[in-house]
């Protein structure tokens, strides 16, 4: 049974920094797999800000794209999502999911796996 393991959120100001990060274990084979980050916020589906491939391709949302940077460990089976300049409106949920092995947009094709979910409150 794979688990995600999901750790980094907390409060911080507007214009500040926070680094997610996913663990992935189980016995998946980490690098074949498309990754996902996803931001969800109350009464709102989640939406994908970043789609890793398994060839380092990485495609961000707009609202993100430049301030956020995801990246991927094959080698720790860990993914991260560095998240500078936070705005109030990065505020909410952040998962992380893994499945599929390519990205559509910002979202892989499909979601096996997620991670518990992490807070990020972005306010002074």
């Known amino acids: 049974q794979v688990q995600f393991v999901e750790s980094g959120g907390g409060l911080v100001q507007p214009g500040g920094s926070l680094t997610l990060s996913c663990v992935a274990s189980?016995?998946?084979?980490?690098?074949?797999?498309?990754i996902g980050w996803y931001h969800q916020v109350p009464g709102k589906e989640r939406e994908g800000v970043a789609c890793?491939?398994?060839?380092?391709?990485?495609y961000y949302a707009d609202p993100i794209r430049g301030r956020f940077t995801a990246s991927r460990d094959n080698a720790q089976s860990t993914t991260y999502l560095q998240m500078n300049n936070l705005k109030p409106d990065d505020t909410g949920v952040y998962f992380c999911?893994?499945?599929?092995?390519?990205?559509?947009?910002?979202?892989?094709?499909?979601?096996?796996?997620w991670g518990q979910g992490t807070q990020v409150t972005v306010s002074s």
């Open positions: 189980g016995g998946t084979t980490f690098k074949y797999y498309a």
């Open positions: 890793l491939d398994t060839s380092n391709n990485i």
């Open positions: 999911s893994i499945g599929g092995f390519y990205c559509l947009g910002t979202v892989p094709n499909e979601n096996s796996h």
